[in-house]
Nanobody, 127 residues
Framework: QVQLVESGGGLVQAGGSLSVSCAASGRTFSTYAMGWFRQAPGKEREFVACISRSGGSTSYAESVKGRFTISRVNAKNTVFLQMNSLKPEDTAVYYC????????????????????WGQGTQVSVSS
């Protein structure tokens, strides 16, 4: 069992930047593939970015490619999402997710690819 706690959300103007992070409990963080998803009001939760166990493989949704960067520091049990050139349509609750015993080098883009979820952090982008 792993617990995930997101932090770093907030309000930012369009064009600005924000970084959110997710801290995981436990000693086996390096065995988890990690992902970021988001859910806007009235919409389904959608994939944003994911990263493999070692950080060597990443994947992004087309809507954020070139603007968002996912990274991880296994020694600190933390995954990050750096968000640049933010748009009002990026407004959502951002969730991190973990997949246990992930294949080395694999990254998962679907909700059902993950075993654990955080509580989410609100990101709001004003126009």
């Amino acid at each position: 069992q792993v617990q995930l706690v997101e932090s770093g959300g907030g309000l930012v103007q369009a064009g600005g930047s924000l970084s959110v992070s997710c801290a995981a409990s436990g000693r086996t963080f390096s065995t988890y593939a990690m992902g970021w998803f988001r859910q806007a009001p009235g919409k389904e939760r959608e994939f944003v970015a994911c990263i493999s166990r070692s950080g060597g493989s990443t994947s992004y949704a087309e809507s954020v490619k070139g603007r968002f960067t996912i990274s991880r520091v296994n020694a600190k049990n933390t995954v990050f999402l750096q968000m640049n050139s933010l748009k009002p349509e990026d407004t959502a609750v951002y969730y991190c997710a973990a997949r246990n015993n992930a294949n080395m080098g694999s990254c998962y883009v679907t909700l059902n690819g993950y075993d654990y979820w955080g509580q989410g952090t609100q990101v709001s982008v004003s126009s």
